[in-house]
């Protein structure tokens, strides 16, 4: 079965594609919870499926993307399950400290609306970028254990070993200040990186 790799070219053209669709995705959600959010340049690189959940401990909250026009396959965001409640807990009218308790349908519930909003923009960024109509589904959010690593395989349509893992620092003020992660196959991104690179020819 044929792996894909990526390049340098396509590293620097994925971390261009990042940094803006996530910059302005972080304008977005600055409005819903009504506070200064901070996305910094991103970290780009390839990974092994096994090593996708390495940052994260305990649980943590998957939102799935799908891509429904311009582009073929899907992307995760993975979010701490703090930082979920401190977005909800905001996005709710709160301080942004009331983040006791189990993670509840409320909080899947706002950070799929909040993954929306951020990937809708993301997807119309890309657009422009990428010189092609893009639209996203509605996200799939799962709250699942960081060793149930079956699960991550399951979001996948694809046995491919290798993933782009791109990693942002995310703060809202002084309440999170936490690594936000997006991952996808890598031939998802060699589509992206050629759609970039051919743009008006």
Do not use: W
């Amino acid at each position: 079965m044929e792996d894909f790799n990526l390049n340098h070219e396509q590293i620097d053209i994925l971390g261009e594609i990042a940094n803006i669709s996530m910059g302005n995705s972080a304008t977005t959600l600055s409005m819903m919870v009504n506070r200064k959010v901070d996305i910094t340049t991103p970290n780009v690189k390839v990974i092994k499926r096994s090593e996708a959940l390495d940052d994260y401990e305990k649980t943590c909250i998957f939102v799935q993307i799908h891509y429904v026009k311009g582009l073929q396959g899907n992307n995760v965001l993975v979010l701490k399950e703090h930082d979920v409640k401190v977005m909800t807990d905001l996005m709710m009218g709160g301080d942004g400290t009331n983040t006791s308790g189990e993670i509840t349908e409320l909080h899947l519930s706002a950070a799929s609306e909040a993954m929306n909003q951020m990937m809708g923009t993301s997807a119309t960024s890309l657009s422009s970028m990428l010189g092609v109509a893009t639209d996203i589904s509605t996200p799939i959010v799962n709250q699942i254990d960081v060793e149930s690593i079956k699960v991550f395989e399951k979001m996948f349509d694809t046995t491919y070993d290798k993933f782009v893992k791109i990693a942002f620092r995310m703060t809202i003020g002084n309440l999170i200040d936490s690594v936000m992660v997006q991952l996808y196959p890598v031939q998802f991104a060699v589509d992206v990186c050629n759609k970039f690179m051919n743009k008006g020819k």
